[in-house]
């Protein structure tokens, strides 16, 4: 069972020089949780996570205790946007993959999600070019749906 069977190939792609204030935007509109940077040809080369856009909107050494006594986080947002707003896509993303191949199995695909703790795992072809992404759902529907004989799984 080959992951290029059942990845997703909807996918949010941005180009490195990308400017923060367009992938705040981009990013938020979308209904995905990474963006992919990607190059003239599509290849891959990072990713960016909610994660990855939301330490730079808020700042990391804020503690639930002192969080709690901000009476209004949008100036503090706003400030930490107008310190950001330099950054390009290839500021944020992140630059150490781990990637899967369109001939990659779910065997492979499932033993990878146990050893990060990742959300979804890009997938390339030979060439490096981003043709998808395969997540822990996409792996559950195609268990449910031709292992077990699920209707509508998938």
């Known amino acids: 069972m080959k992951i290029a069977e059942f990845m997703n190939t909807e996918l949010t792609r941005v180009p490195p ?6 992938l705040l935007a981009k990013h938020a509109s979308t209904g995905t ?5 990607v190059d003239e040809e599509g290849r891959l080369i990072g990713v960016i996570t909610n994660l990855d856009m939301l330490s730079k909107m808020v700042p ?5 205790t002192l969080a709690s006594s901000i009476s209004d986080g949008g100036e503090l947002i706003l400030k930490r946007f107008e310190e950001n707003k330099h950054l390009t896509a290839a500021d ?9 191949n369109t001939d ?3 065997i492979e695909a499932n033993v990878r999600f146990h050893e990060g703790r990742y959300n979804a795992i890009p ?6 070019v981003l043709v998808g992404d395969i997540g822990r759902k996409e792996i559950l529907r195609h268990i ?11």
Do not use: K, W
């Open 33 to 37: 949780r990474h963006t992919y940077v």
């Open 144 to 154: 449910a749906a031709d292992i077990c004989g699920l209707p509508g799984a998938v």
């Open 60 to 64: 990391s050494y804020l503690t639930s």
């Open 92 to 100: 944020v993303m992140q630059r150490d993959l781990v990637i899967l």
């Open 104 to 106: 990659d199995t779910l």
């Open 17 to 22: 020089d990308m400017d923060f204030a367009t």
């Open 123 to 128: 997938v390339v072809n030979t060439e490096g």
